[in-house]
């Protein structure tokens, strides 16, 4: 849509963006940031999916995810309520704004998916 | 799903159902009730909508919905946040069990949806 | 996204794009196009209207649209597979290069959906 | 919804499965089945989704599923066109009917979502 080219942050956009967006965790090379949600039923994931979906249409930039139950739940607690969500350039090989622009969006949606701290994101 | 069957609320059943759903209003014939519902977007009234089908596909019960842009918003606001949505049992010519489920469930996960009190609904 | 304006059809240019999408009806004026569509199921339907909702986010140009069961089926028939939809570009007060864009991508992914030929379309 | 209680396969009835549902894959263990999906564009993938998410409310049964970007695709290919898919029934720690049902509806929406035979499915 955009013409201007899309490029990778520079070493000090991306220790600031990676300052603000509390939430997220970048790999070790920094070229990817991370989040794992967990929502109250598989219904609430879903209308977050639906929307980031649409976000990611709009800015043609679109997440790695994927929906599953909780690690580590009792065996009969089936709540597909969890989504991992990888952002990257790829194009760029790293950070670039619209992986800001998407991670802001979908913090701002998502202030009540409590943060599952005992359960490490090998998000993929 | 179910083997019950699906039948016609009786009079006072129907009557506690109104008064309980203070958001929905029936037609003249209380065969239906309908709701009108204004998000702060799009993306908003379609995450909505994304649950709502959701919870129609479990249920089995189908609303007959419409999203539009507001009347007598001005020209220029494009912003396509309005659901109608109205139920009924259609096999049964009247309100069910289910409209009372599906409309309990649409006011519990549409809380900050405005309701447009100056704009008559007449979804159909 | 993009900063050229969005200008009416010339009369020509509505005359031909009209010609060429010949599943849509344009109003008396000519300044909406509406199309009536029928799919298998409520399923069908919806996978039909998510991608619906992606295109139009990715436009910034939405539809109004219904979902209903259609007229004159059989009382117990309870599938809600209809979709109507009307297209225009309210800012303009008419057609636009954007609504013929959506009304070729939406006859695009519904080659299957049959056109309801015994039913007028009143879609608003 | 259904009062009769979930079952694990049979070692016959789980041979006979695998035998018809040709695109699936079995863990060693043949306690999940898996599947990669390739679609010709996100909006494709996405509409796929939106039918399996209605499915798995439907028969209260839900997929662990991923979307990606395919594996060696050229860099700059950026199409989030995979769907991953791992069924099991976690309640019985193994393959039940509704795991052939949710299967069979997957092939059933997705015929021309090509195989990527190139590609190992590890899908988890």
Redesign the interface.
Known sequence: ??TSKTVLLTTTERSEALKSLQKWKPNAEETNISRRLKFQS???A???M??V??????L?H????????PNGWK??T?V?NRVDITLTT??I?GLSRKDVTMAEFIDS?SEHAEIATDENCGCS
């Open positions: 849509m955009s598989f219904s609430e879903w209308g977050f639906s929307r979906a649409l976000r990611a249409e709009r043609n679109h997440p790695e995810w994927k929906n599953v139950r065996l009969l089936q597909y790829h194009s090989r949606i």
